[in-house]
């Protein structure tokens, strides 16, 4: 890796391409996220992120997807932009299928309360039952629910959910390469607890005045050492950054 991050153009890439820019180190397990914000920050217009994504930014979403043996999501961000299951591509199906993974890959939800709707989109459309990472807290009744609609329902904490808990239960299921679409407090829980091993962030040429939260949140202060791999500039003026967590 060098000191200075690759710069490149949208234009110059297809798919193949994008697969290798955004191909994890080599490593067993990796956590990545994947943000979209404005040039000052906010990660939501009007309490969505679609005002602020782009077709090219969606092209390096489904690509990160289909990396990914999981699509991890805090139930406020299911809610917010009323998720459906993952449909890669008959592409995506196969290059993942000749890469050695799952041809989708499922959603796992972070709940402490099991606050999902059992008809909502996440369980009515979708090819993958989700998986529901929830507390031995949570209402049974909610829980069972989420079990008749086909989730995959796991208790992982008495009151809270822990980032080693999440990760070593997605693991236990053969899912180690993860990527977090947020939001910030779920972001900002695997940054706290050191977690994170790369931030990928499309900075939209946008300003947004107001109160959007940022891209991580977390009541513990933490500092993380990062570098940046490649900033891919779009046609839009859209600049999308992959980080890198620092070694040691």
Known sequence: MTDLPHLVQSVDLDDDTLLQLYAEPGSESWVRANFVVS????????????????PFDQR?????????????????????????GIRPTEAGKRWRLEHGLAAV????????????????RLLTNTLVPPIILTTT??????????????AHVLELGAQSISSAAILDALADLGLKR??????????????????????????????????????????QHAAVGMRCRHIIFDTDGAQLARWIRQPG
């Open 60 to 84: 390096v979403l489904k690509i990160l997807r289909d990396l990914s043996d999981v699509v991890l999501v805090g139930a406020s961000t299911i809610r917010i932009e009323d998720y459906i």
């Open 137 to 150: 807290s949570a209402a049974p009744s909610k829980k069972q629910l989420l079990r008749d609609a086909g």
């Open 178 to 219: 993860i990527v977090c679409e947020g939001g910030p407090i779920l972001t900002g829980q695997l940054v706290a607890d050191d977690a994170l091993d790369e931030l990928c962030v499309t900075t939209a040429p946008k300003l947004l005045a107001g109160e959007s939260p940022r891209i991580t949140r977390s009541n």
């Open 39 to 54: 040039i000052d920050g906010a990660v939501a217009t009007v309490g969505s992120s679609s005002g602020l994504t782009s």
């Open 105 to 120: 890959p499922p959603i796992a939800v972070v709940t402490g309360r099991a606050d999902i709707d059992p008809q909502s």
